[in-house]
């Protein structure tokens, strides 16, 4: 099956200065990668995704690099605030009607990440 | 849009009682939605995916007749803790896929505290 290992496990940065979450993957099946922002006693909230063909995407301050070939992905945040302090989780999927026709899209989660943005 | 509800947020029962959450998508409908389970720090464990009219299919070590779950609806699935016992105490969320893509939206999570 699929695993996924995700780091760093904990990230405090300064209010304004950039954050990187970085990511692998085992299954080279897998072509969705979502990454989600949970803040504490909510449920995840998914900000941003990208599939497996496409190498990079962009919403704001929010960007996501895909490297098929090195299975690995990062999730990029710019201009932190303090109100972007979460865990934040990725996750891959190998798709819904895979060849085994079971995974009805079930994602595998990475560990997850602290992030702190001090003011 | 994309939202999914809870029933109820937070829930404290006893020992040995059965425990029903709902998982509901408002604005979208959903062939599919997954029952995870979050300890604390934790990241989130798969339980079983539930499929509208058939079904479920539970994760390895995860005991079917202890958490029931059914998908009557598109846009409801329901998730029974029988015989609670206190290490069923956990945080449970629920997602919902919608459309063709895996693109899953997540409820806000159901707090049961089983004494």
């Not at chain 2, 479920?56 to 329901?78: C, M, P, R, W």
Request: charged letters at 20%; glycine letters at 8%; hydrophobic letters at 30%.
């Amino acid at each position: 099956g699929e695993n996924v290992e995700q780091h760093p496990s904990t990230l405090s940065v300064q209010e304004g200065d950039s954050a990187v979450i970085k990511c692998t993957y085992s299954d080279s099946a897998s072509n969705y990668f979502p990454w989600y922002k949970q803040e504490l006693g909510k449920g995840p909230q998914l900000i941003i995704d990208i599939r497996s063909n496409v190498g990079e995407k962009k919403d704001q301050r929010i960007a996501v690099t895909l490297n098929k070939t090195a299975k690995h992905f990062s999730l990029h945040i710019t201009e932190t605030q303090p109100e972007d302090s979460a865990v934040y989780f990725c996750a891959a999927s190998s798709g819904v009607g895979d060849a085994g026709g079971t995974s009805y899209g079930k994602l595998t989660f990475g560990q997850g990440t602290i992030l702190t943005v001090h003011p | 849009g994309a939202v999914v509800s809870q029933h109820p947020s937070r829930v404290i029962c006893k020992s040995g009682t059965s425990v029903k959450i709902e998982c509901r998508s408002l604005d979208f409908q959903a062939t599919t939605m997954f029952w995870y389970r979050q300890f604390p720090k934790k990241s989130l464990m798969l339980m079983a995916t539930s499929n509208e009219g058939s079904k479920a299919t539970y994760e390895q070590g995860v005991e079917k007749d202890k958490f029931l779950i059914n998908h009557a609806s598109l846009t409801l699935s329901t998730l029974t803790v029988t015989s609670a016992h206190p290490e069923d105490s956990s945080f449970y969320i629920c997602s919902a896929r919608r459309g063709a893509y895996n693109e899953q939206f997540f409820g806000p999570g159901t707090r049961l505290t089983v004494l």
